[in-house]
């Protein structure tokens, strides 16, 4: 089967979504990339059902390769990560995850970018900003996206969500939770008052410090 491991870990990914409360329903979406092909979470979908066979391939300009089923509406912003987003560190970029999350999805009505509230804002980058909104699966919300992505890992859309890439789906996926939580956090303070900020400064000097943290 092409891209196998891609495809399961693309079904694994996509149940996590929903066990994690980053998605509700079959909103929500995940890739991997192994060269020029991806593998993508199908549109309409139930997660929990989903099988690696079940998983649409297309190649970067999303011509079906393998597969049954539609690939997600959202398939535009995916590709447009793969094709025309740059990892700030040049790392090579294999994976995105797309949520709707509730608390990111809450502050992208509020913000145009995610206060520094903690420094792990800077698994994203020195700040996570907001892309204006655009109808869902059209290229306007991926060109929006890339603008709000410029030397960041991942950015909210306006009234949707977010979206995280990395050089792997754990990587990817990890990143949209860290953001999340960031928003969660920020909420919860400025439901009780007004919260102190960590300096821009800060941020890029944990963003350096991560380059460097874990297991080498």
Do not use: F
């Not at 891609?6 to 979406?29: F, K, P």
């Not at 989903?50 to 391939?57: E, H, K, M, S």
């Not at 992208?108 to 804002?121: A, D």
């Not at 603008?147 to 754990?170: F, P, Q, V």
């Amino acid at each position: 089967m092409i891209l196998e491991n891609e495809r399961a870990a693309v079904c694994e990914y996509a149940r996590r979504l929903t066990s994690d409360g980053l998605v509700v329903g079959t909103s929500g979406n995940v890739s991997a990339r192994a060269g020029e092909l991806v593998a993508v979470t199908p549109t309409g979908v139930d997660y929990a059902a989903l099988t690696p066979a079940d998983i649409p391939v297309v190649d970067l300009d999303g011509n079906p390769v393998d597969g049954s089923l539609k690939p997600t509406s959202e398939l535009p912003m995916h590709l447009a990560v793969y094709t025309r987003a740059a990892d700030p560190e040049s790392a090579p970029v294999n994976a995105v995850v797309h949520t709707h999350s509730v608390h990111a999805t809450a502050v992208s009505t509020l913000v145009t970018e995610v206060p520094p509230i903690h420094y792990m804002l800077a698994a994203i980058g020195p700040t996570a900003r907001v892309a204006p909104y655009s109808t869902y699966g059209t290229t306007e919300l991926a060109d929006a996206m890339l603008e709000a992505l410029a030397d960041r890992r991942g950015c909210l859309l306006a009234n949707h969500g977010t979206i995280t890439y990395g050089d792997s789906l754990s990587s990817a996926y990890s990143r949209a939770q860290q953001l999340e939580w960031v928003c969660q956090v920020w909420l919860l303070a400025r439901s009780a008052g007004t919260p102190g900020l960590l300096p821009p400064e800060e941020i890029e000097h944990v963003v350096e410090k991560l380059k460097g943290y874990g297991q080498r």
